[in-house]
């Protein structure tokens, strides 16, 4: 190692890089294929409402100019949006940059983060990259937060909490009920994190609620993406809710202009849409449904689902199996490092169009691998 190299900590050495999905435009080189299919980020099928895409053309001639570093016009709105006061909101380059704050802030060198195993694997990296201890819970058997193992997990070292809900890669959600009793054993100085990016399209009547919560924790942070339902991933913007305490908090260790002008302008348009984002939790719904029921026909096991993605079970024998898809044109993102089976994978719900042309892949390199 170099001289360079020796001065790094040893955490920052064993990091492993995140490994996104892989790009649709690098499958499409490496195998020629004439349609590819990327059903592996968890990204919503169809693009920006058309209102979105009229305001970043706007928006366009005056990108020689900062952006609002007070976010004004976004917080104003999202404010109005959620019931709350611009102060009790933060926004971020994607809800990503915001769990960085939160680590930053809230952690110490050896200090405790407790999350669930297998959740949303940028935790456990932001955890180890400041040289915190993080502390993996594993799921309950039903693949849900065990949450009374997690507030068993709290001791004096602990300062954030991770509660992926609905969890992502598993789409389980845990209820008001398991939240509010874990929320009363949590030590009013441990930051709790509900990490809610999967929110507009949870149909489940029991799901918490952040704004009955925050009544009684001044300690409890909800985490929002707009790169799920309203469709901006690729612009990066994502928010917190919190209370003012906390939010005055991160605001200290954010960047100026942390949220791009054109993510901005479209966050803005984007909320704006109340009826056509509620018809994207209805049709999502139904494409999940029929995803997982043409899955279970298959011969595979669906864990159900408030997200727009499934946890499956591929039959036995299904060793190799993302290779084969790739080779089909099919991007899922395979689970076998989450500590999951071999044939286990994440999907998220196409186009109706897409969904097809995944079933018949995987239709087809089933039947080959029920023959090897
Ligand atoms: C997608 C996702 C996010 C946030 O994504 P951004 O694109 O950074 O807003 C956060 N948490 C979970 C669990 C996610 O799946």
């Not at 609905?166 to 994190?193: I, L, Q, R, S």
């Not at 954010?254 to 901005?264: G, M, S, T, Y």
């Not at 479209?266 to 029929?290: F, G, I, K, Y």
Request: glycine residues 6%; hydrophobic residues 40%; contains cysteine.
């Amino acid at each position: 190692m170099s001289a360079i190299g020796d001065r790094v900590s040893p955490e920052i050495h064993a990091l492993n890089p995140y490994q996104p999905g892989k790009p649709i435009e690098e499958l499409q080189r490496e195998l020629g294929l004439p349609r590819v299919v990327k059903l592996a980020s968890n990204e919503y099928p169809e693009g920006p409402f058309p209102e979105v895409l009229e305001a970043l053309s706007r928006e366009m001639a005056i990108l020689n100019r900062y952006p609002d570093p007070t976010w004004f016009e976004l917080g104003t709105a999202m404010a109005s949006h959620q019931g709350l006061k611009r102060e009790e909101l933060l926004f971020g380059n994607g809800a990503n940059e915001i769990l960085e704050l939160l680590l930053h802030v809230f952690t110490e060198p050896k200090d405790e983060v407790v999350y669930a195993n297998p959740s949303f694997p940028i935790y456990r990296l932001l955890t180890q990259s400041h040289r915190a201890q993080g502390v993996p819970v594993p799921l309950d058997e039903n693949h849900v937060h065990d949450l009374e193992a997690m507030a068993a997990a709290i001791t004096s070292r602990t300062r954030l909490v991770f509660v992926c809900n609905p969890n992502n890669p598993t789409g389980t959600y845990v209820t008001a009920e398991a939240m509010a009793a874990f929320m009363a054993k949590v030590p009013a100085d441990v930051v709790v994190v509900l990490d809610e990016a999967y929110f507009e399209f949870v149909t489940a009547k029991d799901f918490p609620s952040y704004h009955t919560l925050r009544k009684t924790y001044p300690n409890l942070v909800c985490l929002r993406s707009m790169s799920k339902a309203y469709s901006l991933a690729g612009l990066r913007v994502g928010y917190a809710m919190g209370s003012v305490e906390v939010i005055q908090l991160l605001q200290r260790v954010r960047q100026p202009f942390n949220v791009n002008r054109l993510a901005q302008v479209a966050a803005v348009a984007a909320l704006a849409q109340r009826e056509r984002t509620a018809e994207r939790r209805v049709v999502t719904r139904r494409r999940v449904d029929h995803l997982g029921e043409k899955l279970v026909e298959l011969g595979c096991k669906v864990v159900p689902s408030q997200t727009n993605f499934l946890l499956v079970f591929a039959p036995e024998r299904s060793l190799g199996l993302f290779d084969r898809l790739l080779r089909e044109g099919v991007i899922v993102r395979p689970m076998h490092h989450f500590g999951l089976d071999e044939g286990s994978f994440r999907v998220n719900v196409g186009t109706e169009d897409e969904n097809e042309f995944f079933l018949n892949a995987l239709s087809r390199v089933l039947a080959v691998s029920d023959t090897v």
